[in-house]
Protein backbone atom coordinates (compact mmCIF):
# COMPACT_ATOMS: atom_id res chain seq x y z
CA UNK A 1 0.00 0.00 0.00
CA UNK A 2 1.02 3.30 -0.63
CA UNK A 3 0.13 6.87 0.66
CA UNK A 4 0.06 9.83 -0.47
CA UNK A 5 -0.02 13.32 1.89
CA UNK A 6 -0.95 16.55 0.02
CA UNK A 7 -0.43 20.35 1.42
CA UNK A 8 -1.04 23.81 -0.41
CA UNK A 9 -4.02 24.72 -2.19
CA UNK A 10 -6.51 27.12 -1.27
CA UNK A 11 -7.44 30.36 -1.89
CA UNK A 12 -5.46 33.34 -4.17
CA UNK A 13 -6.24 36.06 -5.94
CA UNK A 14 -5.87 36.09 -10.06
CA UNK A 15 -2.13 36.68 -11.02
CA UNK A 16 -1.16 34.93 -7.15
CA UNK A 17 0.84 32.24 -6.73
CA UNK A 18 0.67 28.68 -4.79
CA UNK A 19 2.82 25.42 -4.25
CA UNK A 20 1.26 21.97 -3.95
CA UNK A 21 3.51 19.19 -2.18
CA UNK A 22 2.92 15.56 -2.06
CA UNK A 23 4.97 13.08 0.08
CA UNK A 24 4.29 9.47 -0.87
CA UNK A 25 4.96 6.72 1.20
CA UNK A 26 4.83 2.54 1.71
CA UNK A 27 5.77 -0.18 0.10
CA UNK A 28 7.09 0.69 -3.38
CA UNK A 29 10.35 0.60 -5.68
CA UNK A 30 10.39 2.72 -7.03
CA UNK A 31 7.82 5.54 -8.03
CA UNK A 32 8.70 5.82 -11.95
CA UNK A 33 6.30 8.65 -12.67
CA UNK A 34 4.41 11.76 -10.08
CA UNK A 35 2.45 14.05 -10.58
CA UNK A 36 -0.34 16.40 -10.62
CA UNK A 37 -3.66 16.35 -12.17
CA UNK A 38 -6.98 18.31 -11.36
CA UNK A 39 -10.33 18.65 -11.99
CA UNK A 40 -12.75 21.88 -12.52
CA UNK A 41 -16.77 21.36 -11.51
CA UNK A 42 -18.82 19.48 -14.59
CA UNK A 43 -15.56 18.94 -16.21
CA UNK A 44 -13.12 15.60 -16.50
CA UNK A 45 -9.89 15.18 -14.78
CA UNK A 46 -7.47 16.05 -16.67
CA UNK A 47 -3.13 15.76 -16.19
CA UNK A 48 -1.72 19.39 -14.98
CA UNK A 49 2.03 17.92 -15.03
CA UNK A 50 3.73 15.09 -14.64
CA UNK A 51 7.48 14.21 -13.88
CA UNK A 52 9.91 10.67 -14.05
CA UNK A 53 12.60 9.54 -12.03
CA UNK A 54 14.93 11.22 -14.27
CA UNK A 55 13.53 14.99 -14.14
CA UNK A 56 11.65 13.94 -17.57
CA UNK A 57 8.39 16.21 -17.52
CA UNK A 58 5.19 16.87 -18.78
CA UNK A 59 3.16 19.81 -19.18
CA UNK A 60 -0.25 20.51 -20.01
CA UNK A 61 -0.72 23.15 -22.80
CA UNK A 62 -2.51 25.55 -20.23
CA UNK A 63 0.11 25.81 -17.56
CA UNK A 64 3.09 25.79 -19.42
CA UNK A 65 5.06 28.68 -18.60
CA UNK A 66 3.37 29.15 -15.47
CA UNK A 67 3.65 25.72 -13.43
CA UNK A 68 6.56 23.70 -12.66
CA UNK A 69 7.10 20.52 -11.27
CA UNK A 70 10.24 19.11 -9.71
CA UNK A 71 10.33 16.25 -7.04
CA UNK A 72 13.00 14.75 -4.42
CA UNK A 73 13.69 11.45 -5.21
CA UNK A 74 15.51 11.24 -1.73
CA UNK A 75 12.51 12.17 0.14
CA UNK A 76 10.15 10.99 -2.39
CA UNK A 77 7.92 14.30 -2.95
CA UNK A 78 6.58 16.01 -5.66
CA UNK A 79 5.61 19.98 -5.80
CA UNK A 80 3.87 21.98 -8.22
CA UNK A 81 4.63 25.47 -7.89
CA UNK A 82 1.74 27.28 -9.41
CA UNK A 83 2.36 31.08 -10.58
CA UNK A 84 0.71 33.71 -12.89
CA UNK A 85 -3.19 31.79 -11.85
CA UNK A 86 -6.10 32.73 -13.43
CA UNK A 87 -9.50 31.94 -12.70
CA UNK A 88 -9.41 29.41 -14.98
CA UNK A 89 -7.18 26.98 -13.04
CA UNK A 90 -9.50 26.64 -10.25
CA UNK A 91 -10.39 22.72 -9.93
CA UNK A 92 -9.68 20.20 -6.90
CA UNK A 93 -5.66 19.34 -7.72
CA UNK A 94 -5.10 15.03 -7.21
CA UNK A 95 -1.42 14.06 -6.33
CA UNK A 96 -0.77 10.85 -8.77
CA UNK A 97 1.97 8.49 -8.35
CA UNK A 98 2.56 5.36 -10.49
CA UNK A 99 5.05 2.67 -8.22
CA UNK A 100 6.81 -0.15 -9.38
CA UNK A 101 7.53 -2.97 -7.33
CA UNK A 102 10.78 -5.36 -7.84
CA UNK A 103 9.15 -7.51 -10.44
CA UNK A 104 8.35 -4.48 -12.40
CA UNK A 105 4.55 -4.22 -12.15
CA UNK A 106 2.85 -0.79 -12.02
CA UNK A 107 0.30 0.75 -9.43
CA UNK A 108 -1.48 3.59 -10.15
CA UNK A 109 -2.08 6.14 -6.45
CA UNK A 110 -4.03 8.75 -5.74
CA UNK A 111 -4.20 11.77 -3.41
CA UNK A 112 -7.66 12.28 -1.68
CA UNK A 113 -7.14 15.92 -3.58
CA UNK A 114 -6.63 19.87 -2.37
CA UNK A 115 -8.91 23.11 -3.70
CA UNK A 116 -7.67 25.54 -5.40
CA UNK A 117 -9.67 28.59 -6.32
CA UNK A 118 -8.57 31.45 -7.58
CA UNK A 119 -10.54 34.82 -7.76
CA UNK A 120 -10.92 37.30 -9.95
Known amino acids: QVQLVESGGGLVQAGGSLRLSCAAS????????MGWYRQAPGKERELVASITTGGRTNYADSVKGRFTISRDNTKNTVTLQMNSLNPEDTAVFYC??????????????WGQGTQVTVSS
Open 26 to 33: GSFFSIPV
Open 96 to 109: NVVTQNVWGSRYDY
